[in-house]
């Protein structure tokens, strides 16, 4: 089966740019989360869906990031302005299951993000 | 204080050697997840435990709930073992907590 597409692989942009990104999870899972790892750092939940609805953003910087799951498939995250310290991997992973501490994430390889 | 304690942060080893990798929380957890991160950024689910052993191929982990303790081995390491190994506990409501990784090199 196919895994967890995220696209671009890379992405270098100036402070007060917008970026997106985009990630397709496997077909069929309800669950699709977003993380952004910084270096030396475990992965942080920014956002988590289930189908098209949000149920956990309360670390999204709401200021400037927002995303989207429409149709309950695909998602985007967008960033803007960009700021220096969002340089980071922004990995997207999705779960079979409603999500819950026994279902297990599928990664994607992740956007490399440079602010410069 | 972090919730989740990676031990060692760094680790070099000879291939062959038995390796250990340690992870404490201080959370109340339902499961523990064990992750692999190859550079480059992908990762990849190696185990999901709520309690006991759990073996696969080269790879165990542990668990003691009671102690807030877990632990990866890796027997008769390769340098394909290569990578950042990643502690995830998760608690009833869906919460992970990452720990900041052990990053292993396997020397041949």
């Known amino acids: 089966e196919a895994g967890v597409a995220q696209s671009p692989r890379y992405k270098i942009i100036e402070k007060r740019q917008s970026v997106a990104f985009w990630c397709n999870p496997i077909s069929g899972h309800a669950t699709l989360y977003w993380y952004q790892q910084i270096l030396g750092q475990g992965p942080k939940l920014l956002i988590q869906f289930q189908n098209n609805g949000v149920v956990d953003d309360s670390q999204l910087p709401k200021d400037r990031f927002s995303a989207e799951r429409l149709k309950g498939v695909d998602s985007t995250l967008k960033i803007q302005p960009a700021k220096l310290e969002d340089s980071a991997v922004y990995l997207c992973?999705?779960?079979?299951?409603?999500?819950?501490?026994?279902?297990?994430?599928?990664f994607g390889p992740g956007t490399r993000l440079t602010v410069l | 204080k972090n919730e989740v304690e990676q031990s060692p942060q760094n680790l070099t080893a000879q291939e062959g050697e038995f390796i250990t990798i340690n992870c404490s929380y201080s959370?109340?957890?339902?499961?523990l997840h064990w992750l692999q991160q190859h550079p480059g950024g992908g990762i990849v689910s190696l185990f999901m435990l709520s309690s006991g052993k759990k073996k696969h191929g080269r790879l165990i982990a542990t668990i003691n709930i009671q102690e807030k303790h877990s632990s990866l081995h890796i027997t008769a390491s390769h340098p394909r073992d290569s990578a950042v190994y990643i502690c995830a506990p998760t608690n009833t409501g869906n919460q992970f907590y990452f720990g900041t990784g052990t990053s292993l090199t396997v020397i041949p």
């Open positions: 992973a999705s779960s079979v299951g409603a999500g819950g501490p026994y279902n297990e994430q599928f």
């Open positions: 959370v109340g957890i339902s499961a």
